[in-house]
């Protein structure tokens, strides 16, 4: 990608931090703009110009980022920044934030411009590192791809939403292999089973990489937004056991910030 494209970077949670340090560090040009714009700060000082309003971050961009919580969130930044956008503009939207929103959101933009839903796989470990698997819907102009490029391996999914859908398939078999295995590993724990036997042989069977999620260390997908994926899945289909998956995730109020890793039981 031509390291002149302005990119403007909206959302700097727990993934768009360290997507938009990968991006800055990269040597791309990078507005950045956050609700709470302290969070913003270390990046500005590592070179990055902070926005006080989306309007204002996107409106000389040639490329604009959003990584929002929600669809709700997404929504409200973009009726701030949709006016703003000029012809011409490339909009990716990584948020996780299902089909529906996206085809709304493609429907209001100004003209001359493009909406790519690029939601991605991993967590901050890979974002920082570029190594994100990035689900591509909808047009894939040269910008809009070089700019993907950068933040990992690139899956074009189809026409607008479809990266959004895939996102939902691929996030809720994770969740709900992680579910499983916690569910297991309680089984387990009741038959008087050894938590390090436990882990190291369910490791060895389909569920290695659900093992693997419910004890990473180094990765944080609050259970509060696993529950928003999850909810956002069975509002297309009927889910018994994701709903299951739902109310196991939310009964846990006090474990919302932490990560789903924190839903395994303690010996």
Same mark, same amino acid.
């Given at each position: &990608?031509?390291? +002149?494209?302005?990119?403007?970077?909206?959302? =700097?949670?727990?993934?768009?931090?360290?997507?938009?340090?990968?991006?800055?560090?990269?040597?791309?040009?990078?507005?950045?703009?956050?609700?709470? !714009? !302290?969070?913003?700060?270390?990046?500005?000082?590592?070179?990055?110009? =902070?926005?006080?309003?989306?309007?204002?971050?996107?409106?000389?961009?040639?490329?604009?980022?959003? &990584?929002?919580? /929600?669809?709700?969130?997404?929504?409200?930044?973009?009726?701030?920044?949709?006016?703003? %956008?000029?012809?011409?503009?490339?909009?990716?939207?990584?948020?996780?934030?299902?089909?529906? +929103?996206?085809?709304?959101?493609?429907?209001? *933009?100004?003209?001359?411009?493009?909406?790519?839903?690029?939601?991605? &796989?991993?967590?901050?470990?890979?974002?920082?590192?570029?190594?994100?698997? $990035?689900?591509?819907?909808?047009? *894939?102009?040269?910008? $809009?791809?070089?700019?993907?490029?950068?933040?990992?391996?690139? +899956?074009?999914?189809?026409? @607008?939403?479809?990266?959004?859908?895939?996102?939902?398939?691929?996030?809720?078999?994770?969740?709900?292999?992680?579910?499983?295995?916690?569910?297991?590993?309680?089984?387990?724990?009741?038959?008087?089973?050894?938590?390090? &036997? %436990?882990?190291?042989?369910?490791?060895?069977?389909?569920?290695?990489?659900?093992?693997?999620? @419910?004890?990473?260390?180094?990765?944080?997908?609050? $259970?509060? %937004?696993?529950?928003?994926?999850?909810?956002?899945?069975?509002?297309?289909?009927? %889910?018994?056991?994701?709903?299951?998956?739902?109310?196991?995730?939310?009964?846990?109020?006090?474990?919302?910030?932490? /990560?789903?890793? !924190?839903?395994?039981?303690?010996?």
């Amino acid at each position: &990608m031509d390291k +002149t494209h302005r990119i403007a970077f909206l959302g =700097l949670g727990g993934m768009g931090t360290p997507m938009a340090r990968h991006l800055l560090a990269s040597g791309l040009p990078l507005t950045v703009w956050n609700r709470t !714009a !302290a969070r913003a700060r270390p990046l500005v000082e590592a070179g990055a110009v =902070l926005a006080a309003t989306p309007a204002e971050a996107v409106r000389d961009a040639d490329v604009v980022i959003t &990584m929002l919580a /929600d669809p709700e969130a997404l929504l409200a930044v973009a009726g701030e920044m949709l006016p703003a %956008l000029r012809p011409g503009t490339h909009w990716i939207d990584t948020s996780t934030v299902g089909p529906d +929103t996206v085809r709304a959101l493609a429907a209001r *933009l100004p003209d001359g411009v493009t909406l790519t839903d690029a939601p991605v &796989m991993g967590s901050v470990d890979r974002a920082a590192s570029g190594d994100l698997w $990035v689900l591509a819907g909808g047009p *894939l102009p040269g910008p $809009v791809a070089g700019v993907l490029e950068r933040l990992g391996e690139v +899956t074009e999914c189809g026409p @607008a939403g479809s990266g959004a859908a895939l996102k939902l398939v691929l996030i809720n078999a994770v969740i709900g292999g992680v579910a499983l295995v916690n569910e297991t590993l309680r089984l387990g724990q009741a038959l008087g089973l050894p938590a390090g &036997m %436990l882990r190291t042989e369910l490791a060895k069977g389909p569920l290695a990489g659900a093992v693997g999620r @419910a004890f990473a260390e180094d990765s944080h997908f609050p $259970v509060a %937004l696993a529950a928003k994926d999850v909810a956002l899945a069975t509002a297309h289909a009927p %889910l018994p056991v994701l709903e299951a998956v739902r109310a196991a995730l939310t009964g846990r109020p006090e474990l919302a910030e932490s /990560d789903l890793s !924190a839903l395994r039981p303690a010996w």
